[in-house]
């Protein structure tokens, strides 16, 4: 199975950016979706997920009220849209797809993982 993230980039602080995951097969459909990120020498960090049919979705308290995830199942592809970001924010994302039909925090959960989009924010 391959995931295809997509959509970052160079920005400022306070811009917004759209991240994209998407497959060609059917992955989705009955799984749930995350985004995770990680910057050199740290672990990767759970930033938002959504579950199978999206309705519920969670979200680290770095990005909760400037992010929003979103799937698109008939479409296989999976969003996350942040806005006002933060040189924080800095770092590789990833998108995976759970075990389960939930999308819980911990990265062990995910069976699937994209190759990863670099977004990087100056001051």
């Known amino acids: 199975v391959q995931l295809q993230a997509s959509g970052g980039g160079l920005v400022q602080a306070g811009d917004s950016l759209r991240l994209s995951c998407s497959t060609s097969r059917r992955t989705f459909s009955n799984n749930g979706v995350a985004w995770f990120r990680q910057t050199p020498g740290k672990e990767r960090e759970f930033v938002a997920g959504?579950?199978?049919?999206?309705?519920?979705?969670t979200y680290a308290d770095s990005v909760k009220g400037r992010s929003t995830i979103s799937r698109d199942n008939a479409g296989n592809t999976v969003y996350l849209q942040m806005n006002n970001l933060k040189p924080e924010d800095t770092a590789v994302y990833y998108c995976a797809v759970a075990l389960s039909t939930q999308a819980p925090s911990a990265s062990r959960e995910y069976r699937y993982w994209g190759q990863g989009t670099l977004v990087t924010v100056s001051s």
């Open positions: 959504i579950s199978w049919r999206g309705g519920v979705a």
